[in-house]
């Protein structure tokens, strides 16, 4: 049927919410820590996201409680309960779940992704869920540590050399301990960028997905990154100015921050790209063959120290 789920599998998945596929599924675009695929059902068109296999079935059902919660709200489609109530269900090891297919008509502008994703940390200031399992996002206690053990692991020079520069940019830029523990926690979705935002052809409806690296995390963080993921990094100056500004402004029309979070904004943004180890997991090199990913992040962490200060002050003096 497709070679991103096994044919077996899929068929047991839809059996437990009563289903059986009508024509052969498709898959979807992405897939870094989940597959997704489209299947016309007897009972309409779904999409069926099977969770990696490193998302335990714990995990998983926080995803798709989160998930849920901003699906009621308006913010992301429907899930769609099992039989017997559940919002996932397990094959073999394996946490699926099933949520109403929407055709994603554009990207969202800067702007509006803002605006939608000020709208749902709005609405996950009120998630409550009794499933608890360690958030996805999470930082070493001091944020060099995890970095500091890799380094005394490996003797291969050039990750040593990625490593230490990651290190001299946390001494020279990033927050210590005090400072992350004095800033505020939320529930955030923890993935939030254009990719997981569909535009919809109905009345330009603006839909998150994939919530499976939901945490409670500084918000501020998300904000920054988001704007990282839907511009880049490669514009000059002036037009980093212009964007950003206008992207922050329209986040806080609907989703105010504290001036303190402002003010340190841009340096967690730095402390979590730098400190951050999914890349750095072997003293062989990066973890799965993320290779690019590693360098795309080196890339943004480059550009994020150079207009460090711009960005701070934009950050500081634009205004809920």
Known sequence: MTAVLVEEDLSACLRQYGLHARRAARSLPGGHVGKTVVVP?????????????????TRARLAAEAHQFAAIAGLAPPVRPTATGQLTTVIDDASYMITEYVEPACPPQP???AVTLAALHNRLQDFRSGTHCADF??????????????????????HRDAIAWRLQ???DH????????????????????PENLLTTCVAGRQLFIDFDQVSRFPRSYEVLRGYVASVGLQLPAHLLETTFRSYLSAYL??????????????DLYITVQAAETRTFTTPEGEVRGMRAFARSRHEKLTRIVKYRDLLRRIAEEVRP
């Open 174 to 193: 990033g927050l210590g301990s005090q400072a992350l523990a004095a800033t505020g926690r939320s529930w955030i979705h923890g993935d939030a960028r």
């Open 111 to 113: 702007q509006g992704f």
């Open 253 to 266: 029309a609907v989703m105010p921050i504290s001036a303190e979070d402002r003010a340190i904004m841009v």
């Open 41 to 57: 059902t007897n009972q309409g068109l779904l999409a069926v996201k099977q969770f990696g296999r490193r998302f335990d079935a």
């Open 169 to 171: 940019v946390l001494e």
């Open 137 to 158: 996002l999470e930082l070493s206690d001091p944020p060099p540590l995890a970095l500091e053990r890799i380094l005394q692991q490996t003797q291969d020079q050039e």
